[in-house]
RNA sequence: GCCGCGGUGGCGUAGCGGUAGCGUGGGGGCCUGUGGAGCCCCUGGCCCGGGUUCGAAUCCCGGCCGCGGCCCCA
């Protein structure tokens, strides 16, 4: 009988949980800090809440089946349909616009490799109701403020829109189909040989040359600012959406973010759904996306609610999780706790209500459990981590008095017994 | 779904056709009031299923799992 975790699904130890969770809790403070509010959602909805926003296809890729009650079921795959929902349902009853972040794992079948697994946890931010560059800076700014509050120093936030080349194609009669294709060729830009990227980008093209120059010349202006690419763009119909990306540098100048903002139009992000500004985040060295967003106008709609604009984003926390670590950023400083200990049996109860007053006083401790001889629970309280041992004896106990261990240096201190709290809390400080 | 490499105690490894060893960890002892040292004992393993063979951890096939890559990545 074997009794293992499923394939691509991961059980995290105690050093692994805490790292995550330092993660998550900065970046639940920062989201915080710009306002935005946790909403809890579903792990378990209706098939057809995501079939509407992706299609039928994406079963293959999900976790489904049916439940006791005949409904056809689905393990989330992302977050952002139930938003979508919970605003529509909630819709007259909120001020917009309205802020909502979430955390949590979701689940895609796909083969797990390189991390991808089949459970992930997520952390990301819904802005609806707001079209303004101002709201699309808002979810970078916070983007970026979070990379920096988790310690990160050398990462860019690469911005496109992808009404550039799907105008530049829509122009040239190609239709949506057909567009998504050469924009597949394009996300890969970064993966494949140059020889295999123009290769394949003109039989996208259907082989049209003059096209295919000219989308070479506008990926050409990666990492060039938007006000440069637009003095030698020549395409009308790009300029309302090459401006707006100019606002949007502009103001993030302003506001003091330009330092890790990037024009790159090569980020498509793969979705049809976009529907304007995209951006994922890149961290030096690390050679997947740690996060990605964008926005989709026609998200809330799309459930059925009115015509209401959106941006969102959400964090790869896992991807997060391991680029920290392979940049040696995450601090794992975790409080030590105390360790009481005991000589001889008749002491147990007093040692039992010892480590109850000091949790009380709020001091992590930890108390022998196992009746064992104090050589071995010393040699336990130093495994556990543990930075002081009190040590409940009879000699002492009969002078009202207790001893405390330092477990790094090995001295030792007598101390009354009613001055222990304070005398630990001096001791930890 | 496809391709490559791999799978030996909890972890790390040696063996690569003939009794499965070591390190570490865990439990205990030397030590009935002072630990992380040392010595000793115990614990515990060849991923699963077929095949080849007198005999398989070892060779072959399939599956499962892991790692990496392709496809894909909401």
Partial sequence: MDFSPLRGFRVLLPEEARILQRVEDTLRTVFTLYGFEEVVLPTLEPFSLFERKSGEEIEKHMYTFTDFGGRKVALRPEFTPSAARLFVQRAGELKLPVKWSYFGSVFRYDEPQKMRYREFWQAGVELIGASSVESDLEVISLVIDSMLALGFKDFRVEVNDVRIFREMLGQEGFNPDQQYRVM?????????????????????????????????????????????????????????????????????????????????????????????????????????????????????????????????????????????????????????????AYIGQELKPLALKTARDLRMAGIKTDVELRERPLSKQLEYANKRGCKLAVLLGKRELERKAVKIRDLDSGEELEIPLDRLIEEIRGKLA
Wanted: charged content about 30%; overall charge positive; some cysteine.
């Fill in 184 to 340: 597949l060729v394009i996300d890969k830009r970064n993966k494949v040989s140059e020889e295999t990227f123009e290769r394949d980008l003109l039989a996208a093209l259907d082989g049209r040359k003059e096209l295919f120059d000219r989308i070479m010349f506008v990926l050409g202006l990666r990492k060039k600012s938007p006000g440069e690419s637009l003095a030698i763009l020549e395409e009308p119909k790009l300029r309302q959406v090459i401006e707006r990306l100019i606002k949007l540098f502009d103001l993030g100048k302003e506001v003091g973010l330009s330092k890790w903002i990037l024009f790159s139009p090569n980020i498509v992000r793969g979705l049809a759904y976009y529907t304007g500004m995209v951006f994922e985040v890149l961290v030096e060295g690390i050679p997947y996306s740690v996060c990605g967003g964008g926005r989709y106008d026609n998200l809330i709609s799309l459930y059925g609610g009115p015509d209401i604009p959106c941006v969102g984003m959400s964090f790869g926390v896992d991807r997060l999780v391991e680029a920290a670590m392979e940049k040696r950023i995450i601090k794992v400083g975790e409080r030590r706790p105390v360790f009481v």
